[in-house]
């Protein structure tokens, strides 16, 4: 049996139920193995008092400390977080946090290896902990992890030596553990594993009836992810506005929304973009098997869920050359990787929607990324860490 402690910033909770929910589905499909046990520390950062009565951090300082979510036992701690100085702390702050929880947990649940689902400040924190206790460390790089944190000055430098003392490491593409070991990290120690996506949600409809049922009539472009620049929302909504009679509805929230929000305004789309908020999988699931096209401007990314949840609702993609995105768009049917440009995005939605693939031959290409291959490669990583104990 293993036993595996999940270590999580990025976790959701009933103040955001969709916050992490690709760390809640890779999860769960591990716990649902016979062989697998598994406890969930899900820490929340919080700035000391009087900051922490603020109402952004209210709903997560009223969180429970310890709770049932789906059936796993969810530990929520709390860690110092030091507004103004970068995150430069967070790490050594979580470790500090974490270390009298892990030793009550270990008294009841001696766990295997220490999965840490993030690479900041999950990871320096995981490897200061696997250190006290004698447990290997897993480290997972997802995206911002790398590509942001990793390359800030205080904070790069913490990501680094992290992946330097791992016992092993996991990408969610190639190019992830390309740019991880271009970073210094020992590429003989990272595994690429590929995310999964839920089959059974994410389906093919009739996308007329989809439509349909969500009053549309016009062809759909679907773009979903967070509202940051990172995201290139403005990319899309400013191809979206060369294409006569084309809607765009954008799922995610953020701190970009208002600015998206002015440009929609300065450009006249009001009647054909539509923000639709933080909404959960299941709107999504309907509204991806609507769209003609799911396009999403990222400048970065590992290997997006949303690629993928768009592939299996038989929806193509378009998007830029970056992360796996050569891994997910291997032939036509799967979309069109272009230029990280309006017009260029322009283009691809206008001979998509013109010409629609198949939607049986879009969904086989992500018939391959399922959680159960997910998860059986993630335990097969887990258990080889386990066997050698916590050296590198």
Do not use: C
């Not at 969500?214 to 759909?220: C, D, N, R, Y």
């Not at 979903?224 to 809607?247: E, F, Q, R």
């Not at 887990?382 to 050698?388: C, G, K, W």
Request: net charge positive.
């Amino acid at each position: 049996m293993l036993r595996v402690l999940v270590l999580s910033t990025l976790f959701p909770d009933a103040s955001r139920p969709n916050f992490g929910i690709f760390v809640e589905r890779q999860t769960l499909s591990l716990a649902a193995r016979d062989d697998v046990e598994l406890r969930v520390v899900a820490p929340l950062g919080l700035p000391p008092f009087p900051l922490s009565r603020l109402s952004r951090y209210a709903p997560l300082a009223a969180l429970p400390r310890r709770e049932q979510w789906k059936g796993q036992t969810v530990d929520r701690p709390r860690f110092l977080n030091l507004p103004g100085t970068g995150g430069r702390f967070h790490a050594r702050a979580l470790a500090a946090a974490l270390t009298p929880l892990l030793e009550e947990i270990r008294r009841d649940f001696p766990f295997d290896v220490i999965s840490a689902e993030f690479f900041f400040p999950d990871g320096p924190a995981a490897v200061v902990l696997g250190k006290r206790f004698g447990i290997p460390v897993s480290i997972k790089a997802r995206g911002s992890d790398i590509h942001d944190w990793g390359r800030r000055r205080h904070v790069g430098p913490q990501v680094i030596a992290a992946g330097q003392a791992a016992q092993g490491m996991l990408a969610v593409s190639e190019a992830m553990r390309d740019d991880m070991i271009a970073m210094g990290i020992p590429g003989d120690r990272i595994e690429a594993i590929a995310t999964g996506v839920d089959l059974a949600r994410f389906t093919p409809r009739d996308r007329v009836a989809a439509k349909a049922e969500l009053g549309v009539a016009s062809p759909l472009v679907l773009s979903v992810g967070a509202l940051i620049p990172l995201k290139g929302h403005d990319i899309v909504v400013d191809a979206v506005a060369t294409l006569p009679g084309v809607s765009l509805w954008i799922a995610g929230e953020g701190p970009d929304r208002k600015r998206l929000e002015a440009q929609i305004e300065r450009l006249g789309l009001g009647d054909r973009v539509r923000m639709l908020g933080s909404v959960p999988p299941e709107r999504v699931a309907a509204a991806l098997a609507a769209a003609d096209a799911m396009a999403l401007a990222s400048e970065r990314e590992g290997l997006a869920n949303a690629w993928l949840e768009a592939l299996a609702s038989g929806t193509p993609i378009v998007i830029p050359d970056v992360g796996g995105a050569r891994q997910v768009v291997t032939n036509p049917a799967a979309g069109r990787i272009v230029p990280r440009t309006a017009p260029a995005f322009a283009d691809a939605l206008a001979e998509l929607i013109a010409t629609p693939p198949a939607s049986a031959d879009t969904r086989a290409v992500a018939e391959p990324f399922t959680w159960g291959a997910n998860s059986a490669r993630l335990h097969a990583f887990l258990s080889r860490l386990a066997s050698r104990g916590g050296t590198a």
